[in-house]
């Protein structure tokens, strides 16, 4: 069983930035593939970024590349994302979530996921 908690997010101004913490426990291999959702009016929810534990492995939906960077603190089990460049669009709840993954290709934004923190919410001002 995989806990995870969030913290971050806020209210900011178009153009700002923002970053999200989740800390995960309950797991201390490298099987483990992170993800940051968010929940929009206009999308539903969306896959954002994903990472690998294990191997590193990245992946980003097409509307943040560029913007947002999703990072991992191993010392802290604690994986992050700096969201720069925000525009009104990205306002909505973002969910931080967890699963095993032995493949690290399958660690992607288009995969569902088992565990879900309780969600923070971002929003951007114009």
């Known amino acids: 069983q995989v806990q995870l908690v969030e913290s971050g997010g806020g209210s900011v101004q178009s153009g700002g930035s923002l970053r999200l913490s989740c800390t995960y426990s309950?797991?201390?291999?490298?099987?483990?593939?992170m993800g940051w959702f968010r929940q929009t009016p206009r999308k539903g929810r969306e896959g954002v970024a994903t990472?690998?534990?294990?191997?590193?492995?990245?992946d980003y939906v097409d509307s943040v590349k560029g913007r947002f960077t999703i990072s991992l603190d191993n010392t802290k089990n604690t994986v992050f994302l700096q969201m720069n460049s925000l525009k009104q669009e990205d306002t909505g709840v973002y969910y931080c979530?967890?699963?095993?993954?032995?493949?690290?290709?399958?660690?992607?934004?288009?995969?569902?996921?088992?565990?879900w923190g309780q969600g923070t919410q971002v929003a951007v001002s114009s």
């Open positions: 990472l690998h534990i294990g191997t590193g492995k990245v």
């Open positions: 309950g797991y201390s291999g490298s099987r483990l593939c």
């Open positions: 979530a967890a699963d095993l993954s032995y493949d690290a290709n399958l660690c992607d934004t288009s995969r569902s996921f088992n565990y």
